[in-house]
């Protein structure tokens, strides 16, 4: 999760939302980072989350990122949830959760819903408070 704060960090000095993901390899290894890019690219798809796995399936060779753990400093949104269940990511990892917007337990489980053909496991809350703050501090310079 402190990598994925990292690249939280990193995005918001290009004028991003602070968020943050990493793809680790099912060995553990890093295979991929991303920090949100709608700013700097203008792409409305481009979430951490999605930039993350985007670069992993092009490591990795394949869109099937099976064995594969996504850290995320923000519970995902309904876009990102839709992603890594079609990118098979194994187990999803997240620390603050999203009120307004979380498609993994604030609003939706969309990740966990039985009618789908592939359920990640789910790991919530991780460096919580950390990275709320990041977040938080954002918003509180923007108005």
Same mark, same amino acid.
């Given at each position: 999760?402190?990598? *994925? ?11 991003? +939302?602070?968020?943050?993901? #990493?793809?680790? @390899?099912? @060995? ?6 991303? @920090? ?35 850290? +995320? ?7 990102? *949830? ?10 999803? #990892? %997240?620390?603050? %959760?999203?009120? /307004? ?9 969309? #990740? ?12 919530? @809350? ?6 709320? *703050?990041?977040?938080?501090? %954002? %918003? #509180?310079? /923007?108005?």
């Amino acid at each position: 999760m402190r990598r *994925a704060l990292a690249e939280a960090v990193a995005a918001e000095a290009h004028g991003d +939302v602070p968020i943050g993901a #990493v793809v680790l @390899g099912p @060995g553990g290894d890093v295979i991929a980072v991303g @920090g949100n890019e709608r700013e700097l690219t203008g792409d409305p798809t481009a979430h951490a989350e999605v930039v993350a796995i985007r670069r992993a399936a092009a490591v990795v060779g394949e869109w099937r990122l099976t064995g594969c753990t996504l850290v +995320v400093t923000l519970e995902p949104c309904t876009m990102c *949830a839709g992603a890594i269940v079609a990118s098979r990511i194994e187990h999803l #990892v %997240f620390g603050a %959760f999203d009120e /307004k917007a979380g498609a993994v337990a604030s609003l939706w489980d969309v #990740v966990r819903d039985p009618r789908l053909n592939h359920r990640p496991t789910v790991t919530s @809350g991780v460096l919580e408070a950390e990275c709320a *703050a990041v977040l938080e501090e %954002f %918003f #509180v310079d /923007k108005r």
